[in-house]
């Protein structure tokens, strides 16, 4: 039986949603509407909302101060390289843990989530000292490797339960049928496991792109990705709100949309399925 | 059932997952272990010998130690407190049902997705600001003096940012929970005449326990080592410095890898002994 709602409780319950998810979101909204005004109106007494000219000229001056479309390369290259490692490592991996599973699987699955738990500030300078020896300091091959390697973990958990999803009577009836291994990855696993991979890689990219000990940590200038350019406005400089809020406002454009797609998936893999 | 080819394709399929976190983990472990031994100041002699358990005493035993502990505590406990109790209200209300529901999900958990740099710089200044913030505007819209945040209530400031970073995380672990409850129990009690308060307490909140644990854990994991926010905001100045911040402060600003190196040791025990907690829920888990 649906629970019968009057309409003036389901009233009360939006507006109040409403109110309080729009004081939620309002610093991400206060921030793009001052990308748009003029450093002037960005400090004006009292704060101008809607009633101002909007102007594009911060970005183009945030562009031409600091190249922002080397940042986002980076940044771009960044996330998607490790992710699409980490994904080319983990699926073999999970596919294995999943459909042969055996006495150690889930010994190994836990210590895989325990080397998630690796403080990085633990590990901070032998991975520094070891990117100067290879000569890894402030490359994106370097910061790749360790995103792809801090977010491993994940992405096999991840993997792992959704691979766990597919019916293993479908492999067994295939395996009957006389299908080999590689039949079997290639046309009835890999259609069903898409739908996970993808929010996997989806998810991955995200935290890759967000990751802020690593990126500030191992870059300086050639390998900079965004949340590098974004901690160089740290020291403010005369009136640079507006500024700040273009820069910020493209710094997260981009993953805001794609997290939006990602909701789901986002507990599933923050929780390592515990959570569904 | 696998036959024994299948099981070593398997082992082979694992393999590079497997070498891969096996170096990440021993690797920069050892070297850790062996540099917090060592007296090791790479600008200033670089490696002047094995010290024992020196650089052991003398972090605990330095006048920051103690202060970065508690800063450490401060935040983590605060924003747990924050984000469960503001988690659990807002699963709660998101539950219910209402128009345009899905919209506000998506504005609830916009912030999460904001890059740990741009949240505390956008707070820092277009709201913290003393002068030209927008707290500071309300602040004398009600007749009351600005506040400078940052210096004067720096852990306050930084609890409250890190609080809006990761409130969506758990509103949103812990409305997937509530979703799973059963209605018609909800009903069936609410018919009984069982007042709201009485819901909650017997039906709504250990039916979430679960996922508060695994919300408190998670968090923990990740608030134990937050970085980025002390970084662009305060530096570690007024008080904000963690134990995190203390040991980067160790080993990159002032070059003291060995004294750092053991830092990071305690930091890595801390850690393990929240995993450890994690661990078991999830492996229980597993079996189910």
Request: zero cysteines.
């Amino acid at each position: 039986m649906a629970r019968a709602v009057t309409t003036r409780r389901k009233s009360f319950n939006t507006a109040l949603a409403w109110a309080v998810g729009l004081l939620i979101f309002f610093p991400i909204l206060w921030t793009i509407l001052t990308s748009f005004k003029t450093e002037a109106q960005a400090i004006a007494s009292p704060p101008l909302f809607l009633n101002f000219n909007w102007t594009l000229e911060n970005y183009a001056i945030v562009q031409e101060r600091s190249d922002y479309m080397r940042f986002l390369w980076n940044s771009v290259i960044i996330a998607g390289g490790s992710t699409l490692l980490g994904v080319i490592v983990a699926v073999p991996a999970a596919w294995a843990m999943a459909f042969v599973p055996s006495k150690r699987t889930k010994d190994i699955l836990l210590w895989m989530l325990s080397t998630k738990m690796l403080p990085a500030v633990g590990v901070l300078y032998p991975i520094y000292l070891l990117f100067i020896r290879l000569g890894l300091l402030d490359t994106r091959g370097g910061l790749v490797v360790v995103l792809m390697l801090i977010n491993l973990p994940i992405i096999v958990w991840m993997l792992y339960t959704y691979f766990r999803e597919i019916p293993g009577e479908i492999l067994e009836a295939a395996r009957m049928d006389g299908a080999t291994l590689k039949e079997e990855i290639l046309h009835i696993l890999t259609p069903m496991a898409v739908p996970g991979i993808a929010s996997t890689v989806l998810l991955n990219f995200i935290l890759a792109w967000n990751e802020a000990f690593w990126t500030l940590n191992l870059t300086a200038v050639d390998a900079a990705p965004l949340t590098a350019f974004i901690a160089s406005y740290s020291s403010p400089e005369g009136l640079f709100f507006a500024k700040l809020s273009a820069a910020s406002t493209m710094a997260i454009a981009p993953i805001l949309i794609l997290g939006w797609f990602s909701q789901k998936q986002l507990v599933r893999g923050l929780t390592f399925g515990a959570v569904k | 059932m696998a036959t024994q080819h299948s099981r070593s394709v398997a082992r082979l399929m694992m393999a590079p997952a497997v070498v891969l976190l096996l170096g990440w983990m021993l690797v920069p472990l050892t070297m850790t272990l062996y540099f917090s031994f060592k007296k090791y100041l790479p600008l200033r002699g670089g490696d002047l010998g094995w010290v024992g358990f020196d650089n052991y005493i003398r972090f605990v035993s330095s006048s920051a130690f103690w202060p970065a502990v508690q800063a450490t505590l401060v935040i983590v406990g605060g924003v747990l407190v924050i984000t469960v109790v503001l988690g659990v209200l807002m699963a709660m209300l998101l539950d219910q049902p209402m128009w345009g529901q899905g919209v506000v999900r998506i504005l609830v958990i916009a912030p999460f997705f904001v890059m740990p740099t741009v949240s505390a710089l956008v707070w820092k200044n277009m709201f913290m600001d003393p002068v030209n913030g927008l707290l500071a505007h309300l602040w004398r819209f009600f007749g009351a003096e600005p506040i400078s945040w940052l210096s004067e209530a720096s852990m306050t400031s930084i609890v409250m940012i890190v609080s809006w970073q990761w409130l969506p995380f758990a509103t949103l672990i812990l409305l997937t929970a509530i979703q799973s409850l059963d209605s018609e129990q909800l009903e069936a009690a609410e018919m009984d005449g069982a007042p709201p308060l009485k819901r909650f307490y017997h039906i709504i909140l250990p039916h979430l326990s679960r996922a508060i644990t695994i919300v408190i854990l998670i968090q923990t994991i990740f608030l134990l080592s937050i970085f980025a926010e002390i970084f662009v905001t305060t530096g570690g100045a007024f008080g904000t410095r963690t134990l995190t911040y203390l040991i980067f402060q160790r080993v990159l600003e002032s070059q003291n890898v060995g004294l750092g190196s053991a830092g990071g040791v305690y930091a890595i025990i801390l850690a393990n002994i929240v995993a450890i907690f994690l661990m078991r829920i999830v492996g229980k888990n597993l079996d189910a």
